[in-house]
T-cell receptor, first 117, second 113 residues
Framework: AQTVTQSQPEMSVQEAETVTLSCTYDTSESDYYLFWYKQPPSRQMILVIRQEAYKQQNATENRFSVNFQKAAKSFSLKISDSQLGDAAMYFCAYSPTPNSGNTPLVFGKGTRLSVIA | EAQVTQNPRYLITVTGKKLTVTCSQNMNHEYMSWYRQDPGLGLRQIYYSMNVEVTDKGDVPEGYKVSRKEKRNFPLILESPSPNQTSLYFC????????????FGPGTRLTVL
């Protein structure tokens, strides 16, 4: 079974600085998807960024970027120029390819990010 | 506006009193899921549905039922709730051809006393 591990339960960053959240996963599949979700105090699950495993280029969305190391099964999230609104719980998630059948998201346990003004 | 809605958003109930959490999407999605979120455990899939009248168990289905009589609705049913089902519940749906992208509802905070 696939597993996702986030080894940092809590992180903090100064406003305007850069922070990297770690994620590792385990799968025997060669094709899959990886995601970072943000959960602010409102509890809404917000998709931050997604990466397709067959694409070697790291995904980027504005201040958010990933470092995808397929061989190492590592998928870290870098937040640049951190803002107070970035404070939230961040979840790393894995999904098998949607060829057919169930495509559940497998989530890590989350990293709580605090942003210090 | 494309969205997934859940009701109620908050519910406090007592052990054994049947309840239903509704989930509705207006995007004509076929694939829908229910997840529960517990501290330190992340989100885990309870049930999923590939299409109308097609449902199956996820990782933690015990104590739950679902139905899918219409494409837009996917209610989660707790026939006899117990305190260990106190959790935050999310419904999610995915568009056909883009099953890697899940749209989440706003969540339902359930407390079973």
């Amino acid at each position: 079974a696939q597993t996702v591990t986030q080894s940092q339960p809590e992180m903090s960053v100064q406003e305007a600085e850069t922070v990297t959240l770690s994620c590792t996963y385990d799968t025997s599949e060669s094709d899959y998807y990886l995601f970072w979700y943000k959960q602010p105090p409102s509890r809404q699950m917000i998709l931050v960024i997604r990466q397709e495993a067959y694409k070697q280029q790291n995904a980027t969305e504005n201040r958010f970027s990933v470092n995808f190391q397929k061989a190492a099964k590592s998928f870290s999230l870098k937040i640049s120029d951190s803002q107070l609104g970035d404070a939230a719980m961040y979840f790393c998630a894995y999904s098998p390819t949607p060829n057919s059948g169930n495509t559940p998201l497998v989530f890590g346990k989350g990293t709580r990010l605090s942003v210090i003004a | 506006e494309a969205q997934v809605t859940q009701n109620p958003r908050y519910l406090i109930t007592v052990t054994g009193k049947k309840l239903t959490v509704t989930c509705s999407q207006n995007m004509n999605h076929e694939y829908m899921s229910w997840y529960r979120q517990d501290p330190g455990l992340g989100l885990r899939q309870i049930y999923y549905s590939m299409n109308v009248e097609v449902t199956d168990k996820g990782d933690v289905p015990e104590g739950y039922k679902v139905s899918r009589k219409e494409k837009r609705n996917f209610p989660l049913i707790l026939e006899s709730p117990s305190p260990n089902q106190t959790s935050l519940y999310f419904c999610a749906s995915t568009p056909p051809g883009h099953r890697d992208t899940q749209y989440f509802g706003p969540g339902t905070r359930l407390t079973v006393l």
